[in-house]
Antibody
Framework: EVQLVESGGGLVQPGGSLRLSCAVS????????MSWVRQAPGKGLEWVSA????????YYADSVKGRFTISRDNSKNTLYLQMNSLRAEDTALYYC??????????????????WGQGTLVTVSS | EIVLTQSPGTLSLSPGERATLSCRAS???????LGWYQQKPGQAPRLLIY???SRATGIPDRFSGSGSGTEFTLTISRLEPEDFAVYYC?????????FGGGTKVEIK
């Protein structure tokens, strides 16, 4: 059974930092690209960042570029999101999601086939 | 950046009725990279359709997708009680990946 479990969320002050983790099981983690997607309270989905299967290619939304860093440890089956210089508008439920292929835009891609349940990040003083 | 605009924002229908949801892209999207997701309150999104028209594993055949270029449609042929939810389209072919703003299908 495929499982994605996010952790690391919490309350942080503006300007602070937080590192999210996504522990996965049930599939060959190092064969698939992974993404972070967030959802502000009562709002829609916003893609944040993606990372290729081998970790060599990263992608970011303009809203987080230069502040967030995505990474993965394939030996630990874990995806990370380091979030720095946090702002109130970063407040959201953060989901990790499994891609169907090893990189963004791969032929035969199917989008995000599995999602975690999310971890809540609140940026407030 | 490819902007996806979904309409209507809310669709009020009764069980058994047909639902037609629209997703319009600001520039042409390859059909192979257009997907639809369903999200119920308190739950993570679930992939329904990929490649504009292919159903994901376990998705009932009352869900169908169509379209090409800049116009895509999700159709639910006969609404079941469990289908009342929010639906999002997504393009996943190029970065930044983008989602539409969502269409809420509510019980009339």
């Amino acid at each position: 059974e495929v499982q994605l479990v996010e952790s690391g969320g919490g309350l942080v002050q503006p300007g602070g930092s937080l590192r999210l983790s996504c522990a996965v099981s049930g599939f060959s983690f190092d064969n698939f690209a992974m993404s972070w997607v967030r959802q502000a309270p009562g709002k829609g989905l916003e893609w944040v960042s993606a990372l290729s299967a081998g970790g060599g290619t990263t992608y970011y939304a303009d809203s987080v570029k230069g502040r967030f860093t995505i990474s993965r440890d394939n030996s630990k089956n874990t995806l990370y999101l380091q979030m720095n210089s946090l702002r109130a508008e970063d407040t959201a439920l953060y989901y990790c999601a499994k891609d169907s292929q090893g990189r963004v835009g791969a032929i035969n891609g199917k989008g995000f086939t599995y999602w975690g349940q999310g971890t809540l990040v609140t940026v407030s003083s | 950046e490819i902007v996806l605009t979904q309409s209507p924002g809310t669709l009020s229908l009764s069980p058994g009725e047909r639902a037609t949801l629209s997703c319009r892209a600001s520039q042409s999207v390859s059909s192979r990279y257009l997907g639809w997701y369903q999200q119920k309150p308190g739950q993570a999104p679930r992939l329904l359709i990929y490649g504009a028209s292919s159903r994901a594993t376990g998705i009932p055949d009352r869900f169908s997708g169509s379209g090409s270029g800049t116009e895509f449609t999700l159709t639910i042929s006969r609404l079941e009680p469990e289908d009342f939810a929010v639906y999002y389209c997504q393009q996943y072919g190029s970065s930044p990946l983008t989602f539409g703003g969502g269409t809420k299908v509510e019980i009339k």
